[in-house]
């Protein structure tokens, strides 16, 4: 990983992650807040044709099933997602690297990448910033 991916517009130090919540993180320093949404989604290349495969990999690599439902159930929620009735139930396969691979190809399908990436930003920051 990656561990200077993100730094403080402020003073320049390496953010913290493991330390933000919802999406916010404050720098251990000098203590601006840094929105991550924001920060973390420009330079994720949703256009890089390997995103999805490294998004996979990594995400398959860092997270359980638990907390892979975890996001799905989170995405499902979301106001330009619940029309499409994302169920964790009806991806298919049982292990772990396939209901992973089907989440993101579900979200590929319906141009919901970005809100993936949103959702694992809130959550589980460290994933989007190992891609960086
Ligand atoms: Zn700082």
Not at 37 to 47: A, F, I, Y
């Amino acid at each position: 990983m990656n561990a200077t991916a993100v730094n403080c517009n402020a003073c320049n130090a390496s953010l913290n992650l493991e330390l933000s919540r919802n999406g916010i993180c404050k720098c251990e320093y000098c203590g601006t807040s840094h929105n991550l949404s924001r920060e973390l989604t420009l330079k994720v290349d949703l256009n890089n044709r390997q995103f999805a495969v490294l998004l996979c990999d990594t995400m398959n690599r860092n997270l359980g099933l638990v907390d892979l439902q975890e996001i799905a159930y989170t995405l499902s929620g979301l106001d330009s997602i619940v029309y499409y009735r994302l169920e964790w139930d009806n991806l298919p396969g049982s292990v772990k690297d396939n209901k992973c691979r089907e989440l993101i190809q579900w979200c590929q399908r319906r141009g919901f990448l970005q809100e993936l990436v949103e959702v694992l930003i809130q959550k589980r920051p460290l994933i989007i910033a190992e891609l960086l």
